[in-house]
């Protein structure tokens, strides 16, 4: 028999890690990127990655690690997956280093570690401020090298449209676009891993990149997977709002000491330099005096709002508290946070190590994703999930620097388990089903194409971002999200009205967001819905009318899928696997 | 009251053997915007300065925060990303061309996946037995890290390889990104195992003897890299490479 021929779509951290075990296993890959795949979203990720290594002689251990995280996600992860990575992060950060990581150092020449939010153990390793690009380039190397030896081809420059499903319910390869020629093409395969990232898109601005739209994990939803926890977004509490996006502004900088604070005085006309140490709120550690500036993003995100909104206490009235690095000696900044800083200097023009940063909380991962089974499976045979569009590890909040340990730990899982899947898949019928997908999606192409609408793509989405940042992410309300519904159905409408301004059939940039634009209004609805709902407070998801966790109405794991009705997702819910930790109230204020 | 414009000049090419035309375009001018929120502005108003209905720009963009390194261009003249070229720092009309290097596919996107090819041609990676658990990787001092940590910062935007008088098709010189990333992997304790070949790959036509010494590549390079001086070292890695291989012969 032939090797297993694995399709994985998207290269980032996850998608890289699946492509290296399968060629390493002496299966066949083509990799899927709308983008050059060094240039993936993972490359933005900055602080660190966990695992307790306990370099640090604090008795750190991966059961402390496995806790921090289901109590930081408030109980909301099956934790077997959990339980399982954080065992295996230790051998994945050696692993790393073995692959020339420039991680930081100690004096002895051992990897040194951080501390991040949620944990009160260093558990965090780095490379500067900069650790998501050097993972990802050092998968990339990798990859590029098996891809020299023939066993991986990439298809950099197309995007996957849809699954190809047999008769029985087996996927059986993609249908994928070129972005420069627009062909659209059959290509088979006999498993297929989903490894596409965030949605960011969706919330307009956000700190993710412009490829995070979920297009991928929405169309698959669209064609019968289940979408999981979809209501579950994190809004990182230290962002720089921008005309295009959000950039962070990694919580490390909180991790090497960096304080947040507001002037006591409201509307303080003050430079931040000649407010006295006695008239400024250090707020964040006023009420969380155990965990101080590093609690979880929730928590952070929340108490910026308050003193924001509730108390008035904005710098100068404006919705901005200053993140304050510049007590700390500018040695160790420049060797830890360099990356950070420079970016700050760059976008906004003030030198962190001299004056406060100005942030404000944004729109930064989603928790959710496609549902898998412990198998990282979909429901969909054939199809696995890795990384962040699905929803495994991180329940109902994620852990800083847990990303990227959970995207190359799911890589690591999913890819030998769809070469195990892929052996025991009974030989395909035909073609399967690709002439049939194919003609879908050509179909919808001319259609979009053929549009003579008034409607313009890139308009409509800059307000399904603000409906969608002003009802689903910091506090919500069930009237908004009812409100926020009914928009996106307004916008589904509108869409049909479409004009691509650009009808050209080579590299046109409109026509393949127009195709995004759609999937993007399809997942908005099972994010809103999900969240109306949830009628509790838990991890990300705060409703004020709701304020209290309750775990017998909503331990529960949200399970929507596609109807095609104007309805919108049918929702189920499902137990949550909590076999090695029991429930018990989240708080951050005291040890836990 | 008036809102304030921003006036932007784009070279717009509908595809590689079409004709180059400039467009105009004026957009509304905001606080901290930067090249690449124009351009989006462009996309939900393709419409031109003097009223003509047109097609949004196709350009490379990702991350937005000049760590992909995608978003590559000639910004008033000079190779720079448009997502940290911030509009009040830029003298108007902003004039934006694609990078001229490069096979142009439409507008401003070009082709650089020759960068691509030249790291796998000097094997710019280090060759692990396997991603089994093999225990803790080699002890490493902070000062070797951090002359090994600004080199593996290179975003591969190519801008280095641009502005090089030396990088055409004539030479076909490889460029200063790729000499860098040898450096940085004969600099690793595992990675120098193909130190040699990596040597022997930049020493003909096209390698690092191509250099003229312009040292355009460190004045352009939006990460600051060192590049000149990791052209020096390998160029003497390689001069003694060469050495020994005739010796040997």
């Known amino acids: 028999m032939a090797a297993p021929r694995i399709i994985v779509v998207g290269g980032g951290l996850a998608g890289l890690a699946a492509v290296i075990k399968i060629a390493e296993a002496g299966g066949s890959v083509d990799l899927f990127s709308i983008v050059p795949v060094k240039r993936s979203h993972s490359v933005c990720a900055q602080g660190g990655i966990n695992a ?369 899947y892929a052996k025991s898949l009974p030989p395909v019928q035909g073609d399967g089903g690709a002439a049939a997908e194919l003609a879908r999606q050509t179909e919808l192409n001319n259609k979009l194409l053929k549009s003579k609408g008034t409607e313009n793509p890139f308009k409509l989405w800059r307000e399904l971002g603000e409906l969608m940042t002003r009802h689903a992410t910091v506090i919500r309300y069930n009237k908004g999200l009812k409100e926020a519904d009914e928009k996106i159905v307004d916008l589904m409408e509108r869409f049909k009205n479409v004009n691509l301004s650009d009808k050209s059939q080579w590299a046109n940039t409109s026509f393949a967001f127009a195709r995004q634009l759609q999937n993007m209004l399809e997942l908005s609805r099972v994010v809103v819905q999900g969240a109306l709902l949830r009628d509790e407070s838990r991890g990300a998801h705060y409703k004020p009318d709701f304020p209290e966790r309750n775990d017998e109405k909503f331990l529960k794991t949200t399970k929507a899928s596609f109807t095609g009705d104007i309805a919108g997702p049918r929702f189920e819910y499902e137990d949550v696997d909590l076999q090695f930790i029991k429930p018990r109230p989240r708080r951050y204020d005291a040890a836990k | 009251m008036a809102t304030k414009k921003v006036q932007l000049e784009i070279k717009r090419q509908a595809s590689p053997d079409a004709p180059a035309v400039w467009e105009k375009f004026e957009i509304e001018w905001r606080p901290g915007l930067n090249v690449t929120s124009a351009l989006m502005d462009i996309a939900a108003n393709p419409v031109t300065a003097d009223g003509h209905a047109t097609t949004p720009v196709t350009y490379d963009s990702n991350c937005l925060e000049e760590i992909c390194g995608s978003c590559a261009m000639r ?101 200063a990104a790729t000499i860098a990333q040898v450096k940085l992997f004969n600099n690793h304790p595992t990675g120098k195992v193909l130190k040699e070949e990596r040597l022997r790959a930049l020493a003909g036509d096209g390698g690092v003897q191509e250099c003229g010494f312009a040292q355009n590549c460190v004045e352009v390079c939006p990460k600051q890299i060192p590049l000149t001086n990791a052209i020096s070292d390998v160029s003497r890695d390689v001069l003694a490479q060469k050495v020994k291989d005739l010796l040997r012969s």
């Not at chain 1, 090497?256 to 140490?277: F, L, M, N, S, Y």
């Not at chain 2, 490069?102 to 691509?116: A, E, G, H, N, T």
């Not at chain 2, 037995?129 to 890290?145: A, E, K, N, V």
């Open chain 1, 52 to 420: 307790a290594k306990n370099l640090k002689g604090e008795g750190d251990t991966t059961y402390k690690h496995f806790d921090d995280t289901v109590y930081g996600g408030d109980f909301l992860a099956n934790q077997t997956p959990v339980k399982a990575m954080c065992e295996a992060a230790p051998g994945i950060i050696d692993l790393l280093d073995r692959m020339g990581v420039p991680f930081n150092r100690t004096p002895e020449g051992l990897l040194d570690f951080r501390r991040f939010g949620g944990t009160l153990y260093n558990r965090t390793a780095f490379a500067g401020a900069t650790t998501g690009q050097q993972l990802l380039y050092a998968l990339d190397e990798q990859v590029r090298r098996h891809e020299s030896e023939g066993k991986v081809r990439k298809y950099e420059g197309w995007e996957f449209l849809s699954a190809i499903i047999d008769s029985t319910g087996h996927a059986r390869g993609i249908t994928a676009m070129d972005l420069r020629t627009m062909e659209v093409r059959a290509f088979p395969a006999d498993a297929i891993i989903v490894a596409t990232g965030g949605i960011g898109a969706i919330f307009g601005k956000s700190t993710n990149s412009v490829v995070c739209t979920g297009s991928a994990q929405s169309a698959l939803f669209q064609q019968g997977a289940y979408y999981a926890n979809g209501e579950f977004i994190q809004v990182h509490p230290t962002t720089m709002p921008g005309e295009d996006k959000l950039r962070l502004m990694s919580e490390s900088a909180r991790g090497e000491g960096g304080r947040v604070w507001v002037p006591r005085t409201p509307g303080d006309k003050r430079p931040a330099q000649q407010i006295p140490e006695s008239e400024r709120f250090y707020f964040l550690e006023e009420w969380y005096p155990k965990y101080g500036n590093l609690v979880p993003r929730d928590i952070a995100t929340r108490a910026i709002h308050k003193v924001v909104y509730q108390d008035g206490l904005g710098i100068d009235g404006q919705p901005m508290v200053y993140l304050d690095v510049s007590h700390i000696d500018r040695a160790i900044l420049d060797r830890k946070l360099e990356g950070i800083l420079e970016i700050y200097e760059k976008f906004v023009g003030d030198d962190p190590r001299e004056v406060p940063m100005k942030i404000f909380p944004g729109m930064h991962y989603t928790m959710g994703g496609l549902w898998v089974d412990f198998n990282q499976m979909t429901n969909i045979p054939g199809i696995f999930a890795a990384g962040e569009c699905n929803y495994q590890y991180h329940g109902a909040n994620r852990l800083g620097a847990n990303s990227l340990m959970s995207c190359i730990f799911d890589g690591f899982v999913s890819g030998p388990n769809s070469l195990e």
């Open chain 2, 75 to 175: 910004i008033n003249g000079k190779a720079r990303m448009a997502c940290s070229s911030l509009v009040d720092n830029l003298e108007q009309p902003i004039r934006i061309e694609p990078l001229s290097k490069f096979p142009l596919v439409r507008d401003l996107q070009v082709d650089r996946s020759v960068l691509f090819e030249n790291l796998k041609a000097v094997k710019a990676w280090v060759p692990i037995d396997g991603t089994y658990d093999l225990g803790s990787g080699p002890r490493l001092f902070p000062q070797q890290q951090e002359v090994n940590y600004p080199l593996s910062n290179c975003i591969s935007c190519t801008c280095c390889m641009e502005v090089c008088p030396q990088f055409n098709e004539k030479t076909g010189f490889v460029g």
